[in-house]
């Protein structure tokens, strides 16, 4: 694998030098990520953090393709099912298979998806990917200033918020640590929402009692998550919960992620990752 991140100009990924906003001595989450679902866009460091994560918690892998199977899953309802035609995802993460515009534009060509993350490389590639999407667009901006991401010129060309919107907060509130009011960024965002709008969320989860082995197991993935990358928090059922607000929670609710719609057959191969990870999709009445 190259270290100059192979995928970071497909014309000529050898030669071309990284733009200087991309710093290859500190791990990034899009990019240890990008390593657990078997992308190359990542350095040394983020494989060395990512490689911590393993040897604890040994299904991370599964985990973050289990994750991106319920993203599929709710963008395709939304879509297909609910008539959903713009969606806002946060922390969208570098481009890898089966991206939400992908998802949403199968079902609609002209389904409008805004991509929104504060890492540099996320807008290299995804500006890469999207050069010839005229109903997608990716614009770097932070989650904790909900209110600028709404305000965003990009964001009110493409979005028409009379119309309902599919927000996605997939994997991404748990990167913000409890002073930074993850509560209060997703009421933000769903504020200017209209009935018929969606909020999906996907999580770490600290299962507590309801599963000890795994419940401990969080707690030490989240100390090496937070000394190696300063972020990672594993809350529980009830405050995952609060990002919903006032939206209703749409069956089966928010479970481990494998349980929402899946296929009936689907393995559960890890069982202490069972209880870790939640989803759930809710509606505006
Ligand atoms: C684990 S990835 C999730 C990607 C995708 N949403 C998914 O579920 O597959 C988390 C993403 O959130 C981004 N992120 C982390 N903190 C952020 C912040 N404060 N503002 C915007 N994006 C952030 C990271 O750069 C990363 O790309």
Redesign the pocket.
């Known amino acids: 694998m190259s270290e100059h991140g192979e995928g970071w100009d497909w014309a000529k990924p050898k030669t071309d030098p990284l733009p200087p906003e991309i710093d290859t001595t500190k791990p ?3 990019r240890v ?1 990008d390593w657990f679902l078997g992308g190359k866009d990542n350095f040394a460091i983020d494989r060395q953090v990512a490689e911590m994560a393993l040897k604890i918690s040994p299904g991370a892998k599964e985990a973050g393709q289990q ?2 199977e319920f ?1 599929q899953r709710v963008v395709y309802h939304m879509a297909a099912e609910a008539g959903v035609r713009q969606f806002i ?6 481009p890898t298979q089966g991206n939400v515009h992908q998802v949403a534009q199968q079902v609609d060509p002209a389904a409008k998806v805004v991509y ?4 540099p490389m ?1 807008l290299v590639h995804g500006r890469a990917l999207l050069a010839t999407n005229g109903s997608t667009t990716v614009i770097q ?4 200033e909900p209110q600028a991401i709404l305000d965003h010129e990009q964001v009110r060309d493409f979005i028409d918020f009379s119309q309902p919107v599919g927000l ?1 907060l ?3 509130l748990h ?2 640590n409890d002073a930074e009011d993850p509560k209060g960024v997703a009421a933000t965002l769903r504020a200017p929402l209209v009935s018929g709008s969606f909020v999906a969320v ?1 999580h770490f989860c600290n299962p507590g009692d309801v599963d000890p082995a795994a419940s401990q197991q969080a707690a030490t993935v989240e100390k090496v998550f937070n000394e190696n990358l300063g ?1 990672g928090r594993w809350r529980t059922r009830e405050e995952i919960t609060e990002y919903f607000g006032d939206f209703e929670v749409l069956e089966p609710g928010l479970v481990p992620l494998p349980e929402w719609r899946a296929e009936p057959d689907l393995a559960v191969r890890n069982a202490l990752l069972y209880h870790t990870y939640y989803g759930g999709l809710a509606r505006k009445a």
């Open positions: 990034s989450i899009a990520y994750n991106r993203l995802d946060i922390g969208s993460g570098l929104v993350d504060n890492d996320v901006a932070d989650a904790r996605l997939l994997s991404i990167h913000l996907s972020t």
